[in-house]
């Protein structure tokens, strides 16, 4: 089977740095996908590990540990505008992604 | 490139209607997807095509149908709508299959309200 957790909501600061957290217990995992989505908008793709280790493109970076089922979206830097739902979706090989519930942000002023 | 675009924006149904809901993608991609998304459950798959002529079932395909006659095109159908069907339907494209590394570009989606 396959199971995707994350925290439901965050807040954080404008300026600060935020790790939203994901984990997963996919059977044949062979990656992980990192989405942004606003409200009443669609998902737009942000990241993708397949190998450990982290991963950077400019504010955002995003991190996998296979053996520990876990990866991790790290923004600095905070803006107003990354106010947003973020979505980690893990594949398998032969399989559909499979999205967890997603997180919440809120950045405050 | 209009990218992947579905209509309508939004519906309001009574139980037991049908619509069919369209999406259509100009980027050549052979991959296309129809998801639901509720709140507090992510974006759950409802059916996918792997190509013209082709469709398969995801993980909550119960209550809906799907058409791929047209490799741009893949219509979603609600035969009699119900209440639980209320969500908000994307669809994606992609080129290649899930495993491969690609990512899924999604349409703006569809707002199904179902009374």
């Known amino acids: 089977g396959q199971n995707i957790d994350q925290p439901t909501e965050m807040t954080a600061t404008e300026g600060a740095i935020v790790q939203i957290n994901c984990t997963y217990q996919t059977s044949g995992f062979n990656g992980l996908f990192w989405y942004q989505q606003h409200a009443g908008e669609a998902p737009t793709f942000l990241s993708y590990n397949v190998l450990d280790g982290l991963e950077e493109k400019g504010r955002f970076s995003s991190f996998l540990s296979r053996s520990k089922g876990y990866s991790y979206l790290l923004l600095k830097e905070l803006q107003m505008k990354d106010s947003a739902s973020y979505l980690c979706a893990a594949v398998a090989y032969g399989q559909n992604f499979v999205f967890g519930p997603g997180t919440r942000l809120s950045v405050l002023p | 490139n209009a990218g992947v675009t579905q209509t309508p924006k939004f519906r309001v149904l009574k139980t037991g209607q049908s619509m069919t809901l369209l999406c259509a993608q100009d980027m050549n991609h052979e991959y296309m997807y129809w998801y639901r998304q509720d709140p507090g459950m992510g974006l759950r798959l409802i059916h996918y095509?792997?190509?013209?002529?082709?469709?398969a079932k995801g993980e909550v395909p119960d209550g809906y149908n799907v058409s791929r006659l047209k490799k741009q095109n893949f219509l979603l159908g609600l035969e009699s709508a119900a209440p639980s069907q209320t969500s908000v339907y994307f669809c994606?494209?992609?080129?290649?299959?899930?495993?491969?590394?690609?990512?899924?570009?999604f349409g703006p989606g569809t707002r199904l309200l179902v009374l």
């Open positions: 994606a494209s992609s080129y290649s299959p899930p495993g491969a590394g690609e990512t899924q570009y």
């Open positions: 095509s792997v190509g013209e002529g082709t469709t």
